[in-house]
């Protein structure tokens, strides 16, 4: 879904990424390529020149450039803003105080109308435990009848029809009928597709208006057709007063931009979205859900709000000012091992960001579990003050090892370990104070390999160069 846009924007936010601190021209670039990208996925010229000016704004204005996490949370305006843009929150299907409610189903031909309708009783059958009843009010187009009947077959949902010979407004009278006599909850009405502009057919749809006062007029629209799909639902919103919207064939090669504004230009709510022909593909369209697939950010949100509520802003920025003076020690590793206990176990978290899956399966296995970290805990905690702040001293000296071993009820080789992974890491953070996603990634590589435990191999590996460059 929407592919080429999230891409694009991958691609703009993958320049922040690089970056520790942001200036106002980084941002400024960013939204350059996000306001291309949204063009690209035919947003209209003026929302998305008013979007970007809408984050630009609120990222230059919040202390978010000098904040550490100042790319993620670039991103996460722009998250935001595409929630707003698409309706904020998810919007329901109507559900009349007196049964049935009633669902009319209008639109353009061949948009998906009976399509949906199908799709729309399954999903009140299976999802919200109701008893729809379709009706088929689709004279004009042959077999149109049938192929409503077949998919109420799929969807094990009565269709209610008089054949093509009576009047849809009759047909829909016998409907309601029909609904009240049979206890029914739902009554979902399949129209032929017309043109807004087609005043014989749009008064008959007035007409079912009048007779029926449908709680719902649902207007299906073809995702794939871009800008007139906002068009096509201006005119019949105007026309019609719809309740909502259904977007289909998200599925397709769509842009993207009807399913980002159709919602800003109408200002009525997309209330479903078809992702394919088969009668389950319909979902109940969440603004903040399709915005973070929109960013292909997998749950990076989640982990972002899990980032935040587990890392002290203050103690980050201690720990960064260390590692730049090169005095990082073994009390502040301990204190980012923790930090990351908070967050879960590491492979989950490394899962959560996108690009990263490959570095998961690294680390399959590896993940941080409580018994590695608390390994690691009883080392450290065994040392004395100063050989936390000065590894060097144990390093030298294997009576010391043998002591901190013993203390933690460890191996001295698990001992040696993490003193040769720790120093190992001391170098790279040096490095790390400056940019790059790369080293920090190998930063967090070494981190795992320090609680590695008994698994050795590297490890010791790594002791040996030390040995030798002795
Ligand atoms: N890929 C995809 N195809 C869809 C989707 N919704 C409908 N279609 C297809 O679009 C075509 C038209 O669907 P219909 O449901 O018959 O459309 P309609 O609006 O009822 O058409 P008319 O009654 O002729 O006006 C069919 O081939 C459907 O399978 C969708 O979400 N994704
Ligand atoms: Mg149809």
Known sequence: MFDTLTNRLQGAFQRLRGKGRLTEDDVKEAMREVRRAL???????????EFTER?????????????????????????????????????????????????????????????????????????EHRRPLLVAADVYRPAAIDQLKVLGEQVKVPVFSLGDQVKPQEIVRGALAEARRGGYDYVLVDTAGRLHIDAELMGELDDIVALAEPDEILLVVDAMTGQDAINVAQSFHERLHLTGLVLTKLDGDTRGGAALTVRHVTGCPVKFVGTGEKTDALEPFYPDRMASRILGMGDVLTLIEKAQSAIDEQVAKDLE??????????????????????????DQILGMIPGMNK??????????????????????????????????????????????????GTQVRDVNQLLSRFEEMRKLLKVFSGPGAKRKLRGIGDLTGAVQGNQGGTGQQHVHRHKKKR
Not at 328 to 342: A, G, H, I, P, W
């Open 39 to 49: 063009l690209e996925a035919d947003v209209n010229l003026t929302i998305a020149k």
């Open 359 to 408: 570095l998961k399966n690294q680390l399959q296995g590896k993940a941080l579990d409580e018994g590695q970290i608390s390994k690691v805990e009883a080392i450290i905690l065994s040392m004395t003050k100063e050989e936390r702040h000065q590894p060097e001293l144990v390093m030298k000296s294997s009576s010391r090892r043998v002591r901190v071993a013993k203390g933690s």
């Open 55 to 127: 984050v630009r704004v609120k990222a230059v204005g919040h202390e978010v450039l000098q904040s550490l996490t100042a790319s993620q949370q670039v991103i996460k305006l722009v998250n935001d803003e595409l929630v707003e843009l698409m309706g904020g929150a998810q919007e329901k299907i109507a559900r009349a105080a007196k049964p049935p409610t009633v669902v009319l189903m209008v639109g353009l031909q061949g948009a998906g109308k009976t399509t949906a309708s199908a799709k729309l009783a399954r999903h009140l059958t299976q999802q």
């Open 321 to 346: 000012a260390k590692i730049r003076r090169n005095e990082f020690t073994l009390e502040d590793f301990l204190q980012q091992l923790r930090q990351m206990r908070n967050m879960g176990p590491l």
